[in-house]
């Protein structure tokens, strides 16, 4: 396996505990040898010595919050399927593509064994009879190390009939995907995985785990989500949950990306690591590039509502950061310093949701297409004052209702909690919306600023009278 | 030629043998073709439709909504670079404008060479390596114009033809599921409980 150039390696030296990233050290993390001699598929064996029905109330006791985005908690999601319904499946989501997220991918290239164990804990105290691995397109490393390892797991009897010597049979089948944001929401996931266009499909009433796959039972479960699975299943669910929060227990990989000194993907305990920590901790990003100034960040991807230095103190914890405003999505914060213009920065997330919408729904294809040209005509210095009024009325179409924001005490503004209203049909319409909101929020005198007073000249109709 | 050939076609066949309906191969042997002609064109859409079991117009619809299937011919290098935040913040705009200089093309366009295609992307998923770039889907970490230039050299002199192949070729490791492990397909209307369920999963 060779290195591509300038790969840049990954080392999180920080001394905390780390159940996902224990591997990330070793260079080989991803040959079944290094996984052997550092404790890989003992996690499978413990799980094969208990029933499936003493596995999953493991899981469901060690609350393991969907690393995903929605931050439902696995062991509840797989008790939704209607008891006797046969066959279920197993979609793995690693088609990681939110905005300013970056921990699937390396989950995949540095220790994909760690995955598919995860899967086959899932697959047995689920009961689930075929497992799809759903992997972004646009990685091909990620699908090479994963090829790789389920063909050495298939040779040493990890995967496929009778694994180990048991009753417990299943396939795990790498599907690739081929370019496109929205099929990270796991009904859109589901009609690409079917061979269809990814457009998200209406819920409720169904959820995949109701109606799923070929209109099957279906977990999905995302790649991090999976991977805490083996340690879980050899530590039990008490070492877990004494990691981190009663509300958010275990580590959790963090992306934290833009103007710091040392962006990075660390893993982090769950729940008690503030924002500060994360952007001025030694053993993290180590403060603003160049010792600038902190003006804005983005808590958690591109989708969600940005924060300002005076969210800094708060614990990266669902409930704490969504009754301030905003989430923690997908695991991955972008870092504005002094210097950025905010407009642009609006503009650039905008430009991503409405490039990247299915175009099912009318708010959505349109609205964020009138959000991307307006901001840009704002940003060229081309707009008016009326534009800006208008940015909010594209929002309102989009997300009826007051729209979350972080609290200012500059501005004298209290926060607005999650979540919000929606007239679409997935959180890709919103998306587009939530950076053009905030930025308006919070940092409406840099698009005044950019907004060039026309001079009223009046025209005279008809020809000019002459004496 | 542009059908799946006689290796390809086996190939395709035994992919779609791993699904429990045929038509979720689509995507899969949009790849195959891909990789086997460097674009997708018609016949190939046609012929997939047969092998799925759809028609050309849903295999069309399913080909034309990702992004990474091309329907005309690209450079032989696809050379995207990452326009989302994080490589905003840090130079993408900077990077592309010296892409667009460097190889004489605009964003969209090709080098009359046929070497190279230059595109502006979305999140690579590496957004503390940026500004980042992908030639053929291949990370590109922390690019800066020297690097960009650098690498430009190396793909035209043909040194990183190991690391890097040429466009259509996603993978070069696959899956193999050998006939005697498998644990077989789950059909959806053979409502079979598994067998390590059975009796409360005693086993």
Redesign the interface.
Known sequence: M???????GYIDDGDRPKIVTSRFQHDDGFTLDRYHATGGYQGLRAA?GR???EVHEEVKKATVLGRGGAGFPAGTKWGLMPA????R?LVVNGD???????K??LLMERDPHQLIEGCLIAA?AA????VFLYI??????A??RV??A??EA??A?Y???HILG??????I?????????VVGEETALIE???????EPRLKPPFFPAAIG????PTIVNNVETLSNLPWIAVNGAAAFTAIGTETSPGTRMV?????VNR???YEIINGTTTFRDLLYGEEFCQGIRNGNELKAF?PGG?SAPWFTPEQLDLPFEGRQVGAAGSMLGSG?I?V?DHT?DIP??AL??T??YA??S?GQCTPCREGGTWLERVLQRVVDGRGSRADLDQLLEIGESICPGSFPHASSTTLGLAATPFPYKMTTICFVGPSAYAPVHSALTLFREEFEAKIVERKHIPVTVGAPEHE | MSRLNEANTLLAKEIIGRYPKARSATIPLLHLSQQQNGHITNDAIAHIAELVGATSAEVLGTCTFYEMFKMEPVGKYLVNICGTMSCQLLGADELMHHAEHSLGVKAGGTTADGMFTLEHAECQAACTEAPNMQVNYRHCHRMTTEKFDQLIDDLRAGRLDGDIPQHGTLARVRQVIPAEKAAGVALPDVPVEPAWMADGGKS
């Open positions: 060779s290195s591509y150039p300038w790969a840049a094969l029933t499936p029905a006797g319904k046969f066959p499946y990681e593509s939110e905005p300013g997220t970056y699937d991918r047995y009961g689930l009879s075929q972004r397109g646009e990685m091909p490393l699908h090479e090829a790789t389920l063909n298939y040779a009897g995967i496929g009939k048991s009753k417990f049979s299943v396939d089948v790498l599907h690739w995907g081929a370019g496109a944001y690409s995985l079917e061979g269809k266009r990814g796959l070929y209109g099957q992306a934290v990306s833009g103007h962006p990075g993907v983005v591109g991955a972008m504005m950025t642009k920065a650039t997330l430009h991503f490039a990247e299915c």
